[in-house]
Nanobody, 112 residues
Framework: EVQLVESGGGLVKAGGSLTLSCVVS????????MGWFRQAPGKEREGVSC????????YYGDSVKGRFTVSTDSAKNIMYLHMNSLKPEDTAVYYC?????WGKGTLVTVSS
């Protein structure tokens, strides 16, 4: 059974940093592309990153490029989203994704 479980969200001040985790089970990173998405209140879900770890290629959305990075710990089956220089507009529920599988999300709130 495929499972994705996000954690690490919380309240942080603008300019701060936060790292989200996505623990996956039921598959290995190298077999699929993985993504981070976010959805702010009243807005549509937005792509944050898309990664093909087998090809060592990671794309970032324009709004987070240069501030967010993705990494993995393959031994622990965890994908991370390292978020720096956070802005209030980064406030959203963050989800990890593989194909049609989604986690339940973790809330990130950035105060001004």
């Amino acid at each position: 059974e495929v499972q994705l479980v996000e954690s690490g969200g919380g309240l942080v001040k603008a300019g701060g940093s936060l790292t989200l985790s996505c623990v996956v089970s039921g598959f290995t990173f190298d077999d699929y592309s993985m993504g981070w998405f976010r959805q702010a209140p009243g807005k549509e879900r937005e792509g944050v990153s898309c990664a093909s770890f087998s090809d060592n290629v990671i794309y970032y959305g324009d709004s987070v490029k240069g501030r967010f990075t993705v990494s993995t710990d393959s031994a622990k089956n965890i994908m991370y989203l390292h978020m720096n220089s956070l802005k209030p507009e980064d406030t959203a529920v963050y989800y990890c994704n593989r194909a049609s599988d989604w986690g339940k999300g973790t809330l990130v709130t950035v105060s001004s």
